[in-house]
């Protein structure tokens, strides 16, 4: 297990953040996207600053540059992902979304040179095309109108996010790196209110404590995913990140939305992918100590065998 601890925390907040669909959906009741982001991504600033207070003294120039060009790109993805949205349906948007799946082993090649493997790609194509099932791709048509140009172009910078943040993250301290981001979020967020024609909504209970909860649990689903790309590269971050439709239809069902059973499918065809392509092959336990103990023992037979065939002085 500790040897995917790191794995295991992107998969404990992909489901956080799959939780929080239902919330943000009924939110949009009450107010505009741009607004609730504002205010969801600010509490996740505040709660980090509380934390990171002690050690803001020792923000690195690099730690600014990562926080300012990550949160830039998931910023610009939402407004296009929005956007799109003006003339689409919420499942053309999210299956155009998914787009990002193949592009990020893509730009990992480019950016990073990092190589893709039989098992990760093996892997990223069941995730994918479990996700086309989800979303109900099969059924769905491109005519290249705007709001489709739109978001498969937030598509290419949620893919830019999850790459940058594994060439950023190794040199990077989680919490102000983290705490950069969801800064330049909300204020990006609010000060684009005026150019989309959003205004601010009247009060109300349910968007602030909702904004207030979510941006609680922002701050940790953003901190471990920087915490956690220190390590685990982007592409298998990706096929984890593939599991948030998963747990977002999971948790609907729970509230009584019924699932199709292409959309079933689709979970399995994504939770098998990841295992595909996630799980590392190792050997037993047993064999490898025995290997280990034969290595120890024909080394010391090697020593003992030159020791006695040394000449004497």
């Not at 995917?4 to 996207?33: D, K, Q, S």
């Not at 172009?153 to 943040?165: D, P, Q, R």
């Not at 915490?227 to 590269?233: I, L, M, S, Y």
Request: aromatic content about 10%; charged content about 15%; proline content about 5%.
């Amino acid at each position: 297990m500790l040897r995917y601890r790191h794995e295991l925390a992107l998969c404990f907040v992909t489901m956080l953040w799959g939780a929080t669909f239902l919330i943000i959906r009924n939110a949009m009741e009450h107010c505009g996207p741009l607004w609730f982001v504002g205010l969801r991504t600010g509490t996740a600033a505040l709660v980090l600053l509380l934390v990171s207070f002690p050690i803001l003294r020792e923000t690195t120039a690099r730690e600014l540059r990562a926080g300012l060009v990550v949160g830039f790109f998931i910023f610009l993805g939402f407004a296009l992902q929005t956007a799109g949205l003006a003339t689409l349906d919420a499942s053309k948007s999210a299956f155009l979304t998914a787009f990002y799946v193949p592009l990020v082993p893509l730009l990992e090649r480019v950016f990073m040179g990092h190589p893709l493997t039989r098992r990760s790609l093996a892997g990223l194509t069941l995730a994918f095309a479990g996700v086309i099932l989800l979303t109900g791709g099969t059924k769905l048509s491109f005519s290249g109108s705007p709001g489709e140009c739109l978001t498969l172009l937030c598509s290419l910078l949620f893919a830019l996010e999850i790459v940058f943040t594994g060439i950023f993250a190794p040199g990077c301290n989680a919490r102000r790196m983290t705490l950069i981001e969801m800064t330049v979020i909300s204020v990006l967020s609010f000060v684009f209110m005026p150019v989309t024609g959003e205004t601010v909504p009247a009060f109300s209970w349910y968007v602030t404590l909702s904004a207030c909860a979510l941006g609680a649990a922002t701050a940790l689903i953003q901190f471990v995913i920087v915490w956690a790309q220190k390590v685990v590269p982007p592409t298998r971050a990706t096929l984890i990140y593939t599991t948030e439709p998963v747990w977002g239809g999971f948790f609907g069902a729970l509230a009584g939305e019924r699932m199709t059973a292409s959309a079933l499918a689709g979970c399995g065809l994504i939770l098998s992918g990841i295992l595909t392509g996630i799980v590392r092959r190792t050997k037993p336990l047993a064999a490898a100590s025995k290997a280990k103990t034969e290595e120890g023992t024909a080394e010391q037979a090697g020593a003992g065998s030159e020791k006695q065939s040394a000449p004497r002085p």
